[in-house]
């Protein structure tokens, strides 16, 4: 982990629950310590429904988010892998927010190659604007993070083309795209 701060939830027998990297506004903050709570509360109902039917695409696809926010990433593929299976046209509206969640795991570990494409499928399969603009502002951030800023402007742009991005999303990709046009070829 390289961002100052890192907070990691724990639960009480000291395994991780979640994982804030670096500084988040309040209402981010807020809005990822809601998620981590839920899911530890979810988390036994969740394994038993997906033990008794893997092929619950929604119980597959939110089981996956809450291994990848947990860092149990082969068991977060496998889920993924049952829920895309189960839900080819993404009815559940589920498969975006979980490729995205695959792909931050792997940016965190940068582990970008892993990252990238995982984060282009999200795009792909999202349903709303948050998920296709946070998507698409994570391959921009990918693509700083390798230092290849002219790479990201597809990325940046394509948030910005987003009708309905969250505000967060258009606000950073329009700082990103000022510095990636600065930045040297």
């Known amino acids: 982990m390289t961002g100052y701060p890192t907070i990691l939830f724990l639960n009480g027998d000291g395994k991780v629950e979640g994982i804030i ?21 979810d988390l036994p109902a969740l394994e038993a429904r997906y ?15 809450i291994y990848a926010g947990k860092g149990e990433i082969q068991k977060a ?5 049952n829920a895309a299976k189960a839900d080819p046209g993404n009815s559940t509206g589920l498969l975006a927010s979980t490729y995205n969640a695959i792909g931050d795991y792997y940016q965190e570990k940068h582990q970008i190659d892993k990252a990238v494409p995982e984060f282009e499928k999200g795009a792909k399969a999202a349903k709303t604007p948050y998920d296709r603009a946070y998507a698409y502002i994570s391959i ?5 993070e390798q230092q290849k800023p002219k790479d990201a402007i597809p990325a940046l742009d394509a948030v910005l083309a987003t009708k309905g991005a969250p505000a967060e999303f258009t606000d950073q990709a329009k700082q990103m795209l000022a510095a990636a046009k600065q930045a040297p070829k």
């Open 77 to 81: 593929e496998a889920a993924l892998a």
């Open 51 to 65: 033990k008794a039917n893997p092929a619950d695409a929604t119980t597959a696809a939110k089981l996956a988010s």
């Open 21 to 41: 990297v670096g500084y988040k506004p309040a209402d981010g903050f807020s809005q990822d310590l809601t998620k981590f709570v839920t899911a530890h509360r």
């Open 140 to 144: 921009a951030a990918c693509r700083f």
